[in-house]
């Protein structure tokens, strides 16, 4: 059974930081492309950052809101994806979820495309307060 799950969420200050992760299990972890989305109250879904596959070329992408402040990186070994989030803001504040791609789709070094994104955690909340 694929299950990708999400923990790390919660409330923070404007300005701190969470790290996200998101447990892979029940397929080649290393031959997906990873990413994290987010959807606040009353907004469609944003995918804010991903990687491409181990087998792939290393392609990460951040969309603008996020660039400088997150970090997406993967532990394949563990079967592990995280989002490190600094530098808060509560216009961070949503459910941000992960997701996995097939080898070759879903990020690209301008975009990430999500539509090619097949598995999908169930999402974590993070709260930053002003």
């Known amino acids: 059974e694929v299950q990708l799950v999400e923990s790390g969420g919660g409330l923070v200050q404007a300005g701190g930081s969470l790290r996200l992760s998101c447990a892979a299990s029940?397929?080649?972890?290393?031959?997906?492309?990873i990413g994290w989305f987010r959807q606040a109250p009353g907004k469609s879904r944003e995918g804010i950052a991903c990687m491409h596959s181990t087998v792939g070329d290393g392609t990460t992408y951040y969309t603008d809101s996020v660039k400088g402040r997150f970090t997406i990186s993967r532990d394949n070994a563990k079967k592990m994806m995280y989002l490190q989030m600094n530098s808060l803001k509560p216009e961070d504040t949503a459910v941000y979820s992960c997701?996995?791609?097939?080898?070759?789709?879903?990020?690209?070094?301008?975009?990430?495309?999500?539509?090619?994104?097949?598995?999908w955690g169930q999402g974590t909340q993070v709260t930053v307060s002003s």
């Open positions: 997701a996995t791609a097939d080898s070759g789709w879903g990020c690209f070094v301008d975009h990430i495309a999500g539509t090619d994104y097949e598995y």
């Open positions: 029940g397929f080649t972890f290393d031959d997906y492309a």
